[in-house]
């Protein structure tokens, strides 16, 4: 079983830094993709940003120039740091994580999610 842990979400005026962290733990072999993904009241879940196991990075034209991941693959650590947030940045973001569990076995994980709020 494998276990995704976030942290550091909360509330922030706008213009405001948070930074995310997630931790994965459990029966890992190794993991390819590690990325985080947001849901707003009402709305469906979407993509923010992703990083490969090289660190090849892709984000979402909303969070693009404001937002960075990254990762620790020693660790099986992705944190998300978020710069110049917006009322609009407001959901609960999750994250998510492509996990081999042994050399034959891959599924995908999602963490519990943490709150982000952005005051306007």
């Known amino acids: 079983q494998v276990q995704l842990v976030e942290s550091g979400g909360g509330l922030v005026q706008a213009g405001g830094s948070l930074r995310l962290s997630c931790a994965a733990s459990?029966?890992?072999?190794?993991?390819?993709?590690m990325g985080w993904y947001r849901q707003a009241p009402g709305k469906q879940r979407e993509l923010v940003a992703t990083?490969?196991?090289?660190?090849?990075?892709h984000y979402s034209d909303s969070v693009k120039g404001r937002f960075t991941i990254s990762r620790d693959n020693a660790k099986n650590t992705v944190s998300l740091q978020m710069n110049s947030l917006k009322p609009e940045d407001t959901a609960v973001y999750y994250c998510?994580?492509?996990?081999?569990?042994?050399?034959?076995?891959?599924?995908?994980?999602w963490g519990q999610g943490t709150q982000v709020t952005v005051s306007s």
């Open positions: 998510n994580a492509d996990v081999r569990v042994t050399i034959l076995y891959r599924r995908e994980y």
């Open positions: 459990g029966s890992i072999f190794s993991i390819n993709a």
């Open positions: 990083v490969s196991r090289d660190s090849t990075t």
